[in-house]
């Protein structure tokens, strides 16, 4: 099974999408072979165990540890820490923006509570301030009085009750007036950083004294979550997808045991969940109802990334790990490729592809292997795929077999490079595919008969290795085909069937010769592109496609129902693709964005590499323009382009080479005629020996493919050997 490569920036090591999630640790006892000794050699070995788990320790009870993680969830990887702090940085930061915008708004509503505090505190103290504990005597006395005037006693004794409330009175309020006066004066002589100080030492209390039982004095913020996961909110949204039965109540039904999270991960949700026994829901059907959980969640279903856990790593038929962004994980600007910038890369290493949701980096190890791409027009296709064959052109030890069906620009670069370079699917470009075919397979025939008479000393496992390229001269071969429906569309059926045999051959015995076939198609149904052909080929990667069926036809039947589904992409994820690279495994990758120019600069540099290596055969190292170009020499672009037309024919009519240079590049060559045609090539120096051509026994006007190299320097020309 062919593991996915995804990394860090370092471009490390392989694991699935989850492995950098924290595994549960395996139960399993550990176990030791004891060796054989001569009276046991034919007894099978027994396994050592810990004396601990032996039954007949009367303290393995108390000394048996479960192996249960003590560190809390957030805390068990340096990437959780990490991750957990950036967002508890940018909480931070959100919410001291959203306060700060605020603060004219808590100080007027903080002065509104001092006054109902000042209000509250002047009712408080106007008891003491008054001597209400003074009035209830004196009223009381006058009671009395009214009742028997005659008693001179008790009078005196309200008179004096009387005066002494009164002079209680006085000092209070004197007091009172004294100390606001003294504060009054020296808040104005003090500075104003004192002033601001004493404010609020007065304000504060005042305004605490002032809140009421529903009073806040901060808005209560809410972060612009698109989904602020729970465990309830997990299950309620499984239990409507019918992944779970119903209870009396949602709270009595079957639950889910969440063995992390949720937690916040990064731009959104993390967690791995059980799915509870006796409810016959496996995994797999989890990942069958991504639409539906992805609609309860609410969320698109685009930001939810769902896997199995498997045993390895720590998990169950039932196990699920989950991951719900906040927002589309796949839009925004593109990530350019590391090969823009690169000056050598070895094939022999995983080639660095793209991003996953979370940012993290997918890498293809291509030794071995075959792939194929599909999807929609303009959805990045031919981009992604071209980042493989990018790869090798940065490593001189690498010979490129190339066939564009189409016959567009999109590989056009690869002239300075390619060792068999076939454009269009007319039939002479059908008659040079199969040549080139015929190439391949006769050289894959004689890998094989050299590495079995090696000795195992230096080809143990019968296959080619770095060793063996560099000794015996046998560089690894990078086969890329792309639209091949425009191929077997354009074939008899004899030779569709022949060139599919041809194919299967390659892609099947041919990665142990060092042959990687890199194979892309539109809409692979069973006519463009034969089942037998694709369910061989051991990589996958789709770009948007209309249904579910047609995502299975490129990725594989029912990877749609695992959760590899290519018909949920949208038209804005552009060069964004499902990957499959073995039965289990598949990721949604963002790929590297490499442009034409840049890919054309690889092209050269990939020349350039070759030259100095000694590596340059083929179409390549007779290109007269792409000599010209390596020279630093300027050909004009109709010779370069005709030249490019006439690849595989010595001689054209000039009704084929218009059309032939109207796909080429219609926006220059759309409006040509025969006369326009002809005035282009004798201003750049093309000189015709004659105007009629015969091709098949028709005459026709037509142009001579040596008349046109014959307007190419002749130093140019030298150096190809023409």
């Given at each position: 099974m062919t593991e996915l490569a995804v990394e860090g920036a370092d471009m490390g090591t392989l694991h699935h999408l989850d492995d950098h999630r924290p595994a549960q640790p395996s139960t399993a006892t550990p176990v030791s072979l004891v060796k054989n000794t001569p009276d046991t050699a034919t007894a099978p070995a027994e396994p050592k165990v810990e004396a601990v788990d032996r039954a007949d320790n009367p303290l393995a009870d108390w000394l048996t540890v479960p192996d249960v993680p003590v560190l809390p969830v957030w805390a068990r990887s340096a990437a959780s820490v990490k991750a957990n702090a950036a967002a508890l940085v940018r909480l931070s930061w959100w919410h001291a923006r959203y306060h700060g915008l605020r603060t004219p708004k808590y100080l007027?509503?903080?002065?509104?509570?001092?006054?109902?505090?000042?209000?509250?505190?002047?009712?408080?103290?106007?008891?003491?301030?008054?001597?209400?504990?003074?009035?209830?005597?004196?009223?009381?006395?006058?009671?009395?009085?009214?009742?028997?005037?005659?008693?001179?006693?008790?009078?005196?004794?309200?008179?004096?009750?009387?005066?002494?409330?009164?002079?209680?009175?006085?000092?209070?309020?004197?007091?009172?007036?004294?100390?606001?006066?003294?504060?009054?004066?020296?808040?104005?002589?003090?500075?104003?950083?004192?002033?601001?100080?004493?404010?609020?030492?007065?304000?504060?209390?005042?305004?605490?004294?002032?809140?009421?039982?529903?009073?806040?004095?901060?808005?209560?913020?809410?972060?612009?979550?698109?989904?602020?996961?729970?465990?309830?909110?997990?299950?309620?949204?499984?239990?409507?997808?019918?992944?779970?039965?119903?209870?009396?109540?949602?709270?009595?039904?079957?639950?889910?045991?969440?063995?992390?999270?949720?937690?916040?991960?990064?731009?959104?949700?993390?967690?791995?969940?059980?799915?509870?026994?006796?409810?016959?829901?496996?995994?797999?059907?989890?990942?069958?109802?991504?639409?539906?959980?992805?609609?309860?969640?609410?969320?698109?279903?685009?930001?939810?990334?769902?896997?199995?856990?498997?045993?390895?790593?720590?998990?169950?038929?039932?196990?699920?790990?989950?991951?719900?962004?906040?927002?589309?994980?796949?839009?925004?600007?593109?990530?350019?490729?590391?090969?823009?910038?690169?000056?050598?890369?070895?094939?022999?290493?995983p080639v660095p592809f793209g991003q996953d949701a979370r940012g993290v980096r997918v890498n293809i190890p291509v030794m071995w292997q075959s792939m194929f791409f599909g999807g929609l027009p303009r959805r990045g296709k031919t981009f992604s795929q071209r980042l493989l064959t990018a790869a090798g052109l940065l490593d001189a030890y690498v010979r490129h077999y190339v066939a564009d069906g189409k016959g567009g620009a999109d590989w056009m670069p690869m002239k300075a490079v390619a060792h068999r370079l076939v454009m269009g699917a007319e039939d002479d470009a059908i008659e040079a595919l199969k040549a080139m075919l015929a190439e391949l397979l006769t050289e894959m025939e004689r890998r094989f008969a050299l590495l079995r008479d090696l000795p195992t000393s230096v080809c143990p496992e019968g296959k080619l290795t770095p060793d063996i390229v560099a000794k015996y001269n046998l560089p690894v071969i990078f086969v890329t085909i792309d639209e091949l429906q425009e191929y077997f569309t354009a074939m008899e059926k004899e030779d569709r069937e022949q060139v599919i045999n041809d194919l299967c051959r390659i892609a099947r015995r041919g990665p142990a010769a060092g042959f990687i076939s890199n194979f892309a198609s539109q809409r692979p149904d069973a006519d463009s592109v034969p089942t037998k052909l694709r369910e061989i080929i051991t990589i996958r990667y789709s770009t948007q496609v209309v249904d579910r069926a047609s995502s299975d036809m490129v990725l594989g039947k029912g990877k749609a129902a695992q959760g590899a589904d290519a018909s949920v992409l949208s038209e804005e994820h552009k060069g964004v693709g499902v990957l499959v690279t073995g039965p289990a495994s598949y990721v949604t990758v963002r790929a590297d964005y490499l442009d034409g120019p840049s890919f054309a600069a690889l092209c050269r540099k990939g020349r350039a590499l070759r030259e100095a290596a000694g590596q340059l055969t083929g179409e390549a190292a007779g290109d007269v323009t792409a000599a010209a170009d390596a020279a630093g020499i300027t050909v004009p672009a109709i010779v370069s382009d005709a030249l490019e037309v006439m690849r595989h024919s010595p001689r054209m009519f000039t009704t084929d080479l218009i059309n032939g240079l109207v796909n080429l590049d219609e926006d220059v060559y759309g409006d040509f005629n025969a006369e326009q045609l002809a005035a282009e090539l004798e201003a750049a120096g093309v000189k015709r020996t004659s105007k009629q051509v015969k091709i098949s026994g028709a005459n026709g006007a037509g142009y001579q493919r040596r008349d046109i190299e014959a307007a190419v320097p002749a130093e140019i020309l030298l150096s190809t050997g023409r």
């Open positions: 007027v509503k903080t002065v509104l509570l001092a006054a109902r505090g000042f209000f509250r505190a002047t009712v408080g103290l106007w008891p003491t301030l008054s001597a209400q504990d003074h009035s209830a005597a004196v009223k009381a006395l006058r009671a009395q009085v009214k009742a028997r005037p005659e008693d001179i006693e008790l009078a005196t004794r309200l008179q004096m009750a009387h005066a002494e409330r009164t002079r209680t009175r006085r000092w209070r309020f004197g007091a009172a007036a004294v100390g606001v006066a003294s504060a009054a004066i020296g808040f104005m002589l003090v500075d104003p950083a004192v002033q601001a100080g004493m404010a609020t030492a007065v304000v504060t209390p005042l305004a605490y004294l002032g809140r009421g039982k529903e009073t806040r004095l901060l808005d209560q913020a809410v972060p612009p979550l698109r989904i602020d996961m729970s465990a309830q909110q997990l299950n309620d949204a499984l239990r409507a997808a019918g992944l779970l039965k119903s209870g009396k109540g949602d709270e009595e039904g079957p639950r889910v045991s969440c063995s992390m999270g949720p937690v916040r991960d990064g731009r959104g949700w993390a967690v791995i969940f059980d799915l509870p026994r006796g409810g016959g829901k496996t995994a797999s059907d989890v990942l069958a109802k991504r639409e539906v959980i992805a609609q309860e969640l609410g969320v698109d279903e685009i930001q939810v990334i769902m896997s199995r856990v498997r045993a390895a790593k720590g998990g169950n038929a039932g196990r699920v790990s989950m991951w719900v962004a906040d927002d589309d994980p796949y839009l925004g600007t593109p990530n350019p490729s590391p090969f823009e910038t690169a000056e050598r890369f070895s094939i022999w290493e």
